[in-house]
């Protein structure tokens, strides 16, 4: 062989020797309908509760983006598969990890996606899905972004489909803040109505497509926009209804929406002793606004106001149905709930205490106020939403 073209040839190894060892992962495949079916039951199959506390991933902090995110980007390494995120402005062929041994590379690649993400970058990575048993599926992300409504900041929120039962339940995995090592938390709950500017259930743009009209890409649809609806809990009974091949039984969906309710307001206790906890590290100054949004809970009460709210609708056929119509499948799923030491206060109970405004959702409050058991303190510190 010449040497001209001995040169020539060396210098084109040399270049793809690099590449391969720029990227984070190489992309032996590319994305294409049968990989995104095998997405879709992989997250059904493997994408499970503790699979950041235990095994390969252990140890990744997440929070609810993060989560969402990362199971596109395991699927996506574990198959050699392209990931692109931000609008296609980070992906795993960036070299900025060259220097690093391939495990520490993708650990390293997954915090920088972590801490480049939130629920308002989900927007641009993905697109609104069809609402059918074929486009709705495990992997579809419900989606609320952090935005400004009627001039004040409303918390964003994110979690990921990975089941869809014969009867329209939807099953979801979801993380919280503050971004930790943690176990996903299950629901069959969502926490929006979609609109085209709010929150929405979406499907993947895969890296080619950053730059294609959404109405183009598979499986676009708005038809989840239509579905109109006085409240999340009949626009949940709607989804369902349109989603299912056979109907829920009425008394399995009541101990369902039960124990959803049981299982936030257990969930809330650390969360509150974490808050509590972390006011006393600081010494009990005024959180300022990234403490105020990892340990405070509008969302979390909210979304137990919502539940109970569907509980009393089916149970009663309306959402201002009498508290003690809805106690005795509360009582059933879950009894009594220890919050602070030594004392037990039953979901009724609180839930009571919700929909009255004794429950505190301030991070700056004593626990007693966080649970309703006294009063808030006029604290002067400064309420972020």
């Known amino acids: ?7 020539l040839v060396s210098s084109l190894l040399l270049a793809i020797s690099l590449s391969a060892e720029a990227a984070v992962w190489p992309n032996k495949n590319q994305w294409n309908p ?11 199959r493997e994408f499970s509760a503790d699979l950041f506390t235990r095994g390969t991933y252990a140890g990744i902090k997440h929070d609810c983006a993060d989560a ?10 574990e198959n050699s598969l392209p990931f692109s995120a931000v609008n296609g402005s980070i992906s795993n062929s960036t070299g900025e990890f060259d220097h690093l041994p391939a495990k520490q590379r993708l650990r390293r690649f997954i915090d920088h996606v972590g801490n480049s993400v939130s629920s308002v970058t989900i927007m641009q990575d993905t697109y609104p899905i069809d609402i059918s ?9 419900a989606a609320l972004p952090r935005r400004q409504v009627k001039g004040s900041e409303q918390p964003g929120h994110d979690q990921i489909v990975t089941k869809v039962e014969r009867t329209g339940v939807v099953h979801y995995l979801k993380s919280t803040v503050p971004a930790k090592v943690q176990k996903l938390e299950h629901t069959t709950l969502i926490s929006f109505i979609p609109e085209p500017s709010g929150g929405s259930f979406r499907w993947w743009k895969q890296p080619d497509q950053f730059n294609q009209a959404e109405r183009r890409l598979p499986g676009y649809a708005t038809n989840q926009y239509q579905l109109a609806s006085a409240s999340e809990g009949v626009y949940a009974d709607d989804l369902q209804e349109k989603l299912a091949l056979s109907a829920e039984p009425k008394a399995a969906k009541l101990a369902r929406l039960a124990g959803e ?3 936030q307001v257990q969930q809330r206790v650390p969360i509150v002793d974490e808050a509590v906890a972390f006011k006393r590290k600081i010494g009990g100054r005024c959180m300022n606004y ?3 949004d990892a340990y405070s809970t509008p969302s979390r009460d909210g979304k137990i106001q919502k539940a109970l709210k569907h509980l009393l609708l089916v ?8 508290m003690d119509s809805v ?8 009894g009594s709930i220890q919050y602070l030491p030594g004392k037990q206060i039953t979901a009724a109970k609180f839930a009571e205490r919700l929909v009255a405004g004794m429950v505190s959702s301030d991070p700056n409050q004593t626990a007693a106020a966080r649970w309703g058991d006294e009063d808030p303190q006029k604290l002067g510190c400064k309420q972020f939403y």
């Open 133 to 141: 048993r074929e486009w709705f599926r495990p992997g579809v992300v």
């Open 327 to 334: 106690a005795k499948y509360l009582n059933q799923a879950c």
């Open 290 to 292: 990234e403490e105020f």
């Open 1 to 7: 062989m010449p040497i001209r073209s001995s040169l």
């Open 68 to 77: 969402v995110y990362y199971a596109r980007l395991i699927f996506a390494y």
């Open 315 to 322: 149970a009663t056929g309306s959402e201002q149905g009498q």
């Open 261 to 263: 309710i049981c299982h």
């Open 34 to 44: 049968d990989w995104e079916a095998r997405f879709s039951q992989w997250v059904e």
